[in-house]
Every structure is written in structure tokens, then in C-alpha cells.
């Protein structure tokens, strides 16, 4: 088993290694959540996972679907039951990024208003966004970095991005001035976070330290809704879900 493991390790690290920086190498156009999915092909989930693990996690409909560089969403995708989140935000527009799926954006507020009880007072930023707001975005950065590859270190090539999922929400705080910055890992309303998240359902998807399996810098202020199960397991485990459905943990 031991073995076994290690191969799998030293194949997902290779393939993980290999898309980080610029390979120069286009992606081909999604499809379906599979068609980029070398992972899918090469690691299955771990022996003695529950089945649901491995159909929930390429299933758009399930709040565990994976979203990433390897598993990209359809550009048609659209999650069903969008509803805006009873939580303050940093802006006052009305815009899709108040939204996320209804169970999500439920258990949202409800952690918003328990982090509030204990003096943290949190701000949303941004959850939804659509396919079309990701490739309006990855075209400006595509301009103003000289090309893809670096625009794809910074921000989601269209399809990748978890917040077309109506699952993800950034957040912040005022020490920070609002903003979207590694800073907001050093404040006490993310300690709070890393300590409560899980118990209504999200994780901190993009940890510290985690950078190679993530695929994604260390982004404090990201939070991903799995549902309070899932997320109580991950955090116990103290591992990222690629971690949790590829790795013997
Ligand atoms: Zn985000």
C-alpha cells in the first residue's frame, strides 16, 4: 500500500509541478468537468474512501465538486440556485458576485453572524462569478502581463475558476483595508476562520504551504463551501481536498 502510494504521490506532484509555471502549452476548450481531468485517469480516490467521495467530486451539482487547473467547469455552466447572501459587502452595487448557491450563501450568513457574536466582523468581496465575468477578467490580465502564462499565475483561466461554482466567497476585514492581501492571514478575524469555517460547511481552499497541490498561491481571504461533513473531516485532517481524494490521508 505504501508503494502504492508513493507512485501516486510522485504522479500527481509531477503533473501538479509541470502546470504551474508557464508550459506554454493551451488548454483545450471545456467541454465538461472531465476533459482536462488528467488526475481523473491517473488517481483514483483512495482506497477505503467512500464511493460518494469519487462521484461527488466531478459532479457540478454536488457541493463537492472540484474545481481546478485539471478539472475545469463547461462554459455553460451556471449553478441552478443562485441567491444573494445576507452578509455586508465591501460595495454597495448590485452585482452577481453577491451571490452564491442557496445552501451556501444560507451557511454563509449563519457564519457571518456566529463570527459577529465574537466581536469578528467579516465583509464579502466576491462569489459568484460567471464564465463570461472570468474571461473578461483573464483578458485584462492577458494584456497587462504580456501573456497567459503569467496571467494564469495571478488569476483562473475561464473554467477553473471555484467561483463559477456559486461555492466560493472571498472575504476580508477593515484591518486591512478591504482588501484581498496575504495580510489578512495574519489578522484575528482569519484565525477565527481557520478555527470555525468548517462548521458551517467551508475551508480555507488555498492554504499556506500548500501551494503545489493547490496549484494556487496562498490566498487567506478564500473561502470554498463542502459542506459541514466534508469540511469537518479536511480540517481535521488538517489536508486541502486534492489532498483528501488523491492523497493516503
Ligand atoms: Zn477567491
Excluded at 481557520?194 to 496549484?215: Q, S
Aim: neutral net charge.
Amino acid at each position: 500500500m505504501r508503494k502504492r502510494f508513493l507512485i501516486l504521490f510522485v504522479l500527481f506532484f509531477t503533473i501538479g509541478c509541470s502546470s504551474v509555471p508557464s508550459t506554454g502549452a493551451a488548454n483545450p476548450p471545456a467541454e465538461n468537468l472531465r476533459q482536462n481531468s488528467n488526475t481523473e485517469d491517473n488517481l483514483m480516490p483512495n482506497q477505503g474512501k467512500e464511493a460518494e467521495d469519487a462521484i461527488a467530486y466531478h459532479d457540478t451539482s454536488s457541493v463537492r465538486v472540484l474545481v481546478n487547473k485539471q478539472n475545469e467547469l463547461p462554459s455553460s455552466y451556471v449553478p441552478p440556485d443562485l441567491a444573494e447572501v445576507n452578509i455586508p459587502f465591501t460595495f454597495s452595487e448590485k452585482a452577481e458576485k453577491r451571490m452564491l448557491r442557496q445552501e451556501a450563501a444560507l451557511k454563509l450568513a449563519e457564519l457571518f453572524e456566529a463570527a459577529k457574536k465574537e466581536s469578528i466582523i467579516l465583509y464579502g468581496v466576491s462569489g459568484y462569478r460567471s464564465y463570461k465575468t472570468q474571461k473578461d477578467l483573464f483578458a485584462i490580465f492577458t494584456s497587462r502581463y504580456g501573456s497567459e502564462e503569467k496571467a494564469n499565475q495571478i488569476s483562473a483561466r475561464p473554467g477553473q475558476s471555484e467561483h463559477q461554482t456559486g461555492l466560493a466567497m472571498d472575504v476580508t476585514c477593515r484591518s486591512v483595508n478591504f482588501g484581498l492581501e496575504e495580510s489578512f492571514g495574519d489578522t484575528k478575524e482569519y484565525a477565527w476562520l481557520k478555527e470555525n469555517a468548517h462548521r458551517y460547511g467551508f475551508i480555507i481552499r488555498y492554504p499556506k504551504g500548500k501551494e503545489l497541490i493547490t496549484e494556487y498561491t496562498y490566498e487567506p481571504w478564500h473561502l470554498r463551501y463542502v459542506g459541514p461533513e466534508l469540511a469537518t473531516k479536511l480540517y481535521e485532517k488538517k489536508v486541502t481536498y486534492e489532498e483528501y481524494l488523491f492523497f493516503k490521508v
